[in-house]
């Protein structure tokens, strides 16, 4: 063990001078092949190393390969973190950081420099994640996102709350028991692990999908998240100190309740978030209100907006009665009206009659102006009208009788086409059921049934013979009034 570092099996040097041929015998090394050889020597005598250290010179190239420098306080080695290890590392290189790292010891013959290939990397204690931690806080807030102003406030009455944390455990039985019992309301869980080197990753998607839902969709959109975890050590919190974490969470549209751990736990995403809550149980009741409170404080202001309206109108009442009190009463008002409305109502028939005598007067002056034959004139118009309206009368009132006659004649000769007997006149015969019901078709008569045949001067009885579609047994024909007795068809009664 030399300088913190733990080595394999390390060979020792051979006692006395090396075995061989004499200096002016040997075969002269090129440069390469000597420094290919140390290479060999070294990487099979180191193949694996463990090293603690501090870093410095970090530096991450453009191809994605991470090279560093590990040191104490009386010696430095050169590392290199190739492109396919750097994402896989528990914790990120970064300046001044005390790390413990894993690799193999080779050389770069370029420059006769050795080097450790670095495969692993984790913090060395607490105290360096601390240090880290404190090193990405101060990276952030230089940023602006622990800033208050950017912090938003949370909606009073949350129709959906949207909670992650682990689907199993005391903390979501806690967050849905107390949310339950003070704010009914619908709770979506998005189940992640909340320790581990996936919970970083999961929270984010967790945030992302909450924030990609829409309000209006089937699974409808929270308006306040929850991210939830119990108590733990630096370590077991340690996803929260994610830095990618850190930076969804402050992107998140959806306004965000961090309750990591206990009181007394701090961790990134708390500074990130809109509020942070001590425990579970607390970010529950930042994010819900409680209904019966609401219910009281309703009922108070109601009942305080009932007693002020009723103050108010008591106030405008006395009011409008004072000044009322001011007033004239109204029959004052109009005593004079109605006193001048009397007379001159009193005064209205006389002057009418007498505007009607004056025009009276006036007709009869100006009438006695026309001699008597002009004004006899509209008299004998009048009469001549009347005159030819009487002798045209006789003549009309013919013609509408006429034609009220015609219309009459045709509605009695459709009516007598409609009467069942007429048929009969012509030699017919209805044949009717026993029970006097018409019969329609053959197929309504059956063999042997008794039928009644009316005909124009009466009635026969008859009996229906033969089956469906059976023939008559031919008659000889009898002549009765130059016709064919009907009687042909049917047996006789």
Known sequence: MVAGVTFADTPTAPDGPPEGPPAGNAAPYSVSELANALKRTIE??????????????????????????IKDDRAAIDGVVWKGQVRGLACQPEQGMEVIVTGRITTYPASSKYQIVIETMEPAGVGALLAQLERLKAKLAAEGLFEAARKRRLPATPAVIGVITSPTGAVIRDILHRIRDRWPCRVIVWPVVVQGDAAAAQICAAIAGFNALSPDGPLPRPEVLIIARGGGSVEDLWAFN????????????????????????????????????????????????????????????????????????????????????????????????????????GRLSAALQKNAAAHERDLIRVAGRFSPGLLDRPRRIKAERVSDLWRRLPPAMERRLGRAADVLTNLDKLRQSFNPDGPLKRGFARVHHADGHLARAAGDLKPGEAVRLVFQDGERGAVVAGGAGAAPAARPARKSGGGVDQSDLFGEG
């Open 242 to 345: 994610d830095e990618t974490l850190a930076r969804t969470a402050a992107a998140s549209a959806i306004p965000l309740i961090s309750a990591v751990g206990h009181e007394t736990d701090t961790t990134l995403i708390d500074f990130v978030s809109d509020r942070r809550a001590p425990t579970p149980t607390a970010a529950a009741e930042m994010a819900t209100p409680v209904l019966a409170e609401l219910k009281a404080i309703v009922a108070d202001r109601q009942a305080r907006l009932i007693r002020a309206v009723a103050r108010l109108a008591e106030d405008r009442g006395a009011r409008l009665t004072a000044a009322s009190r001011g007033l004239p009463r109204p029959a004052d008002i109009l005593a004079l009206a109605s006193q001048r409305f009397d007379l001159a109502a």
């Open 44 to 69: 099979s005598a180191y193949g694996f190393v463990r090293l603690r250290g501090e870093l410095s010179k970090v530096t991450r190239h453009a191809s994605g390969h991470c090279y560093l420098t």
